[in-house]
């Protein structure tokens, strides 16, 4: 068989159908699509590779999945940390957001996100934002896969005025990538405190003829669930429920506060979870029941959320959390092997985006997105299991290598498809912006009145 590339590597962990770690194999591209994945000596006889690399002591993995992620706010990253909740969203976040948040904010925040996840091994991650079309063209200009959410809210922000305009934005977007091979979108309703019932009963009709998915917070703090059942009557996954919208195209952000009949009632109907570890034991947001969701037969995945919430967009890291805080919660330390940690973070992922069918793990015939680590490192050393010392002791700057659908877009550590003097400069310049007008509005009663509800918790 002629192809592309041919990879050597020591270890491979493909996320299939089994947790299996396949060591002296190989991977076989071509044409942006796995052709072969096979021991050595057989990919030696059988492939004649255009390209052929050894990669001794690299394990390679699917390409990881960000599944929650409001990248432009990598421009906020740090502003104002260890504050109650409310205080760092009406105080910092909000009133940087209603003052700075345009289509060039969103433009030089993404690079950078997409610059530090491309990094660390992210090949695809599922946002949140305000101008999304700006979101979605940067990711794919890349050559990064995305899920580009048409963000709905009440309030008016300079984005759109009210849900009507948000949606038809949203819509406009989905048309111009609906054959997009790299950028899809779906719904992002913020929360049901934040969208009314009459808008998020439109996105659940439009969600089923368009069948695209819908991305949003659900019970992210016990506050929410309290001020839900004192506005409503209901607690906001049931809201969900009653609107139509749990089931299958519904990805629930957080839910950390979950009783035992709403785990039975999310597994009933097929939602997906997406469990942000990080972004909750930093806001204090409570624990997600994840050893149970997993018990229940519900899909869990993993994301960073904001960066102004973690304060990185890390997935590698991120398993780690998730793997060590599902133990603690769960009482044992059985809950989350590594295995299952990077199954949420790949095919999972996949699976609660709705592309499993194209991504998410490393099997013949899906595309190549593949990402390879270094694990030579002191600190991956010695090596007794590939996905132990993957998921308790890497790091994301051993990502060395990361294709997508074929496309390498990182090599030796290096972007292809980005340049980062540019985007770190822009980043330097936001930075100076934003610190200087903070300074400068220190003691103004009005400082915030600006304020505009944003995509972030
Ligand atoms: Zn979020």
Redesign the pocket.
């Known amino acids: 068989m002629q192809a592309e590339l041919l990879i050597h590597a020591d270890w491979i962990l493909p996320v299939d159908t089994a947790d299996r770690t396949l060591a002296r194999h190989s991977l076989c591209i071509d044409r942006g699509r796995i052709r072969a994945l096979l021991p050595r000596a057989e990919a030696e006889q059988q492939i004649q590779a255009t390209q052929v690399l050894e990669l001794p002591d690299h394990a390679l993995i699917p390409g990881l999945i960000n599944a929650?992620t409001?990248a432009a706010m990598t421009l906020l990253r740090g502003l104002a940390d260890d504050l109650p909740l409310m205080t760092w969203l009406h105080e910092h976040i909000w009133p940087a957001e209603g003052r700075w948040v345009d289509t060039e904010f969103v433009a030089d925040g993404t690079r950078l996100a997409v610059l530090e996840m491309l990094r660390g091994g992210i090949t695809c991650f599922n946002d949140?934002y305000f101008y999304p079309e700006v979101t979605a063209r940067i990711a794919a200009a890349a050559g990064m896969r995305v899920l580009a959410g048409m963000i709905v809210v009440d309030l008016p922000t300079r984005y759109a005025q009210d849900a009507d305009e948000y949606l038809r934005r949203g819509l406009e977007l989905h048309e111009r990538y609906r054959q997009h091979p790299l950028a899809r979108t779906g719904f992002a309703p913020h929360s049901t405190y934040a969208v009314s019932e009459e808008p998020l009963a439109r996105i659940r009709t439009l969600s089923d003829e368009l069948e695209v998915q819908v991305h949003t917070?659900v019970h992210e703090t016990h506050d929410e669930v309290v001020q839900s059942l004192r506005a409503h009557g209901e607690r906001p996954l049931a809201r969900l429920d009653r609107l139509g919208l749990l089931g299958p195209r519904l990805i629930a952000?957080h839910m950390t506060q979950l009783e035992d009949a709403e785990i039975t009632r999310v597994a009933e109907t097929g939602a997906h979870v997406v469990h942000?570890p990080e972004?909750n034991l930093k806001l204090a947001s409570g624990f997600c029941r994840v050893a149970d969701l997993l018990d229940a037969g519900v899909n869990v995945a993993l994301g960073t959320?904001?960066a102004a919430s973690n304060n990185d967009l890390n997935l590698l890291a991120e398993m780690r959390t998730a793997a060590l805080l599902a133990k603690g919660v769960a009482g044992s330390a059985a809950a989350v092997p590594a295995e299952t940690a990077l199954r949420m973070a790949t095919l999972n992922g996949a699976k609660a985006l709705g592309i499993d069918d194209e991504t998410g793990s490393l099997e013949v015939g899906k595309a190549a997105d593949v990402v390879a680590v270094d694990l030579g490192n002191p600190h991956t050393q010695p090596l007794y299991h590939a996905c132990s010392q993957m998921v308790y002791a890497a790091s994301s700057n051993q990502v060395q290598q990361v294709w997508i659908a074929g496309q390498q877009v990182i090599r030796d550590g290096e972007p292809l498809t980005l340049e980062p003097d540019r985007i770190l400069a822009a980043a330097h310049r936001w930075r100076a912006r934003i610190a200087e007008s903070n300074a400068g509005s220190k003691g103004e009663p009005n400082a915030g009145s600006q304020a505009e509800p944003n995509?972030?918790?």
């Open positions: 929650h409001h949140m917070h952000v942000c972004s959320d904001g995509a972030e918790r």
